[in-house]
Nanobody, 123 residues
Framework: QVQLVESGGGSVQAGGSLRLSCAAS????????MGWFRQAPGKEREGVAR???????TYADSVKGRFTISQDGAKNTLYLQMNSLKSEDTAMYYC?????????????????WGQGTQVTVSS
């Protein structure tokens, strides 16, 4: 069983930065594909960034050049560095993990999800 606990959310002014963290526990083979998703009120959940165990990454067009996904060396913590934040980045952010490496960078149906951390960007 994989457990994911997000932290680092908060309120920030537009143009500011936040770094989200996701502490992961459980079998590393069950989390070879990890990602960050977000959901704003009244909107569908969207993929923000994904990272495969070999280091390949992908980003939503809306965050390219502003957000960076990364992991620590032991792959026990997933990060999302968010710079140049905009009001439209306001959402609940979720960490997700999956055991399948195939189509990792396009995956939406992750097996494991955290509880989320709120990010609010004021303009």
């Amino acid at each position: 069983q994989v457990q994911l606990v997000e932290s680092g959310g908060g309120s920030v002014q537009a143009g500011g930065s936040l770094r989200l963290s996701c502490a992961a526990s459980g079998s590393t083979s069950s989390r070879v594909c990890m990602g960050w998703f977000r959901q704003a009120p009244g909107k569908e959940r969207e993929g923000v960034a994904r990272i495969a165990s070999d280091g390949r990454t992908t980003y939503a067009d809306s965050v390219k050049g502003r957000f960076t996904i990364s992991q620590d060396g032991a792959k026990n913590t997933l990060y999302l560095q968010m710079n140049s934040l905009k009001s439209e980045d306001t959402a609940m952010y979720y960490c997700a993990a999956d055991w399948r490496i195939v189509r990792c960078l396009a995956r939406t149906n992750f097996d494991y999800w955290g509880q989320g951390t709120q990010v609010t960007v004021s303009s």
